[in-house]
């Protein structure tokens, strides 16, 4: 489907043309520049063509994930396709560039529909910009769905305003678990099966610990880095950071100081950062040492474990030598969220197109391609979604796992994920946090200086109260 940003990509690519002519030899030139002009100018008609006489649907996202969404919707509802076009603006949030473009546009009333993450979805839920969020009901969504879909209940606390309304949904359910190598658990612990690696790597820390001494007694690490089990200590917290706004450190998350030291001290990882490359490299088996495992989310092996293992087919690199366990502790790992705005102009498509994303459940919705890797002909991703009763008539079972069937253990990771501990300033003081836990556990600080250099940033950064 066309969009007004691809006419103005395809304008701009026109001017750029016209330059490059201006400025090269005319005789060598002019002919290919007269046919590119012409080409551009064809495709902009064309594309002014497929809006004219129709309702812009204002979106916008930091990916391309849920533009796509709105235009397989448009392209399955031609009685919506015939009246409406989707105008499309994507930041990344890389930079935090994002956050601040969407905020100008909510306040200029120029979007529909947009698209938040879980770093900072809290604040267009329950912060400052849930101001500029609709109810779902307003929207005309049907809420009695939320329980006959049977919706991950975390992605729902997430997505409700101070007022107790339904604001947004996410579309993943993104309950994490425990994804090791199959061939590092059989040298290890005689057997990959999940049932059994669960028991070795849990319940507990404690337990973890017991597996990560076996592992090194073989040459292996349990994890790459310690960010690894950061985000399984972070969503399994029960208090987030920020309670009556005054700075509040978890029991639990003040454990990641203990633990983070001793993966360091015992030498049971590879001390990486998450998301770089030499995190990535784990992946594919090429680090200092192999690596048992990572904790995450489906959307964590579909869309970067997939990309550095090495391969592609059974046999290459570490494809297909992974398997999903229940994780020692339960906890979530990102998701986005979907919401209208109370200020469009068009709350009814809006609606209807929310609906089919979220709580469809259905063969032709959205929760259900997604699920069973239908949605995108060229890339079939199965992943897990926030329906159960989707997630319970579909098939989890995908190659880079051997062949295992995830949503097995998916499902019952995402009752364990609690919404409850997230805040408006997560973002933040996480990366203030975790550098002074890298500090202190590389012995570059006391542990009390950690906490207090940490205190004192979140005071300085925030004005949040910190005793």
Same mark, same amino acid.
């Given at each position: 489907?066309?969009?007004?940003?691809?006419?103005?990509?395809?304008?701009?690519?026109?001017?750029?043309?016209?330059?490059?002519?201006?400025?090269?030899?005319?005789?060598?030139?002019?002919?290919?520049?007269?046919?590119?002009?012409?080409?551009?100018?064809?495709?902009?008609?064309?594309?002014?063509?497929?809006?004219?006489?129709?309702?812009?649907?204002?979106?916008?996202?930091?990916?391309?994930?849920?533009?796509?969404?709105?235009?397989?919707?448009?392209?399955?509802?031609?009685?919506?396709?015939?009246?409406?076009?989707?105008?499309?603006?994507?930041?990344?949030?890389?930079?935090?560039?994002?956050?601040?473009?969407?905020?100008?546009?909510?306040?200029?009333?120029?979007?529909?529909?947009?698209?938040?993450?879980?770093?900072?979805?809290?604040?267009?839920?329950?912060?400052?910009?849930?101001?500029?969020?609709?109810?779902?009901?307003?929207?005309?969504?049907?809420?009695?769905?939320?329980?006959?879909?049977?919706?991950?209940?975390?992605?729902?606390?997430?997505?409700?305003?101070?007022?107790?309304?339904?604001?947004?949904?996410?579309?993943?359910?993104?309950?994490?678990?425990?994804?090791?190598?199959?061939?590092?658990?059989?040298?290890?612990?005689?057997?990959?099966?999940?049932?059994?690696?669960?028991?070795?790597?849990? %319940?507990?820390?404690?337990? +973890?610990?017991?597996?990560?001494? =076996? @592992?090194?007694?073989? !040459? *292996?690490?349990?994890?790459?880095? $310690?960010?690894?089990?950061?985000?399984?200590?972070?969503?399994?917290?029960?208090?987030?950071?920020?309670?009556?706004?005054?700075?509040?450190?978890? %029991?639990?998350?003040?454990? +990641?100081?203990?633990?983070?030291? =001793? @993966?360091?001290?015992? !030498? *049971?990882?590879?001390?990486?950062? $998450?998301?770089?490359?030499?995190?990535?490299?784990?992946?594919?088996?090429?680090?200092?040492?192999?690596?048992?495992?990572?904790?995450?989310?489906?959307?964590?092996?579909?869309?970067?474990?997939?990309?550095?293992?090495?391969?592609?087919?059974? !046999?290459?690199?570490?494809?297909?030598?992974?398997?999903?366990?229940?994780?020692?502790?339960?906890?979530?790992?990102?998701?986005?969220?979907?919401?209208?705005?109370?200020?469009?102009?068009?709350?009814?498509?809006?609606?209807?197109?929310?609906?089919?994303?979220?709580?469809?459940?259905?063969?032709?919705?959205?929760?259900?391609?997604?699920?069973?890797?239908?949605?995108?002909?060229?890339?079939?991703?199965?992943?897990?979604?926030?329906?159960?009763?989707?997630?319970?008539?579909?098939?989890?079972?995908?190659?880079?796992?051997?062949?295992?069937?995830?949503?097995?253990?998916?499902?019952?990771?995402?009752?364990?994920?609690?919404?409850?501990?997230?805040?408006?300033?997560?973002?933040?003081?996480?990366?203030?946090?975790?550098?002074?836990?890298?500090?202190?556990?590389?012995?570059?600080?006391?542990?009390?200086?950690?906490?207090?250099?940490?205190?004192?940033?979140?005071?300085?950064?925030?004005?949040?109260?910190?005793?």
């Amino acid at each position: 489907m066309n969009t007004l940003k691809k006419t103005l990509s395809l304008v701009a690519a026109l001017g750029m043309m016209l330059s490059f002519t201006a400025c090269g030899d005319s005789s060598s030139t002019g002919n290919a520049g007269s046919t590119d002009s012409k080409a551009a100018e064809s495709k902009a008609e064309e594309s002014k063509a497929d809006t004219e006489g129709k309702t812009a649907i204002n979106v916008y996202a930091f990916t391309d994930e849920v533009p796509k969404m709105v235009t397989k919707y448009l392209d399955t509802h031609p009685e919506d396709a015939a009246k409406y076009y989707m105008n499309d603006t994507q930041v990344p949030t890389t930079d935090g560039l994002y956050q601040p473009a969407l905020d100008k546009a909510l306040e200029d009333k120029g979007v529909d529909m947009f698209a938040a993450e879980a770093a900072f979805v809290l604040k267009y839920t329950k912060g400052e910009g849930s101001k500029y969020a609709a109810a779902y009901e307003d929207l005309g969504i049907d809420l009695s769905k939320v329980t006959s879909a049977e919706i991950a209940q975390y992605t729902v606390d997430i997505g409700t305003n101070p007022d107790g309304k339904l604001v947004g949904l996410g579309y993943q359910a993104t309950g994490g678990a425990f994804i090791y190598r199959r061939s590092i658990a059989q040298d290890v612990f005689g057997t990959d099966d999940p049932a059994t690696v669960q028991k070795e790597v849990g %319940p507990g820390w404690v337990q +973890f610990f017991k597996a990560a001494e =076996k @592992l090194k007694a073989k !040459g *292996y690490g349990i994890v790459s880095g $310690d960010g690894d089990i950061w985000h399984a200590i972070e969503n399994s917290s029960q208090s987030g950071w920020v309670v009556d706004d005054k700075l509040v450190i978890d %029991p639990k998350r003040e454990e +990641f100081l203990d633990l983070s030291k =001793k @993966l360091m001290d015992g !030498g *049971y990882h590879n001390d990486t950062e $998450d998301w770089s490359d030499n995190w990535k490299a784990d992946m594919g088996g090429k680090g200092e040492k192999g690596i048992l495992g990572f904790f995450g989310p489906a959307w964590l092996i579909n869309y970067t474990m997939s990309e550095n293992v090495g391969g592609t087919k059974v !046999g290459e690199g570490t494809y297909g030598d992974w398997a999903v366990c229940e994780p020692p502790v339960g906890f979530f790992w990102g998701g986005t969220w979907v919401l209208g705005t109370k200020d469009s102009q068009v709350k009814d498509v809006v609606g209807r197109i929310i609906e089919w994303i979220t709580l469809d459940t259905s063969e032709t919705g959205l929760q259900y391609m997604w699920a069973n890797g239908t949605f995108d002909e060229k890339k079939a991703t199965k992943d897990c979604v926030a329906s159960g009763v989707v997630m319970k008539k579909s098939d989890g079972k995908v190659d880079i796992l051997g062949g295992q069937n995830m949503f097995d253990v998916f499902i019952p990771a995402n009752t364990y994920a609690n919404g409850k501990n997230l805040t408006p300033y997560d973002e933040d003081i996480n990366k203030l946090w975790r550098d002074q836990v890298r500090q202190y556990s590389a012995g570059k600080k006391s542990r009390e200086d950690a906490l207090k250099y940490f205190k004192q940033a979140v005071a300085d950064k925030l004005d949040i109260a910190t005793d």
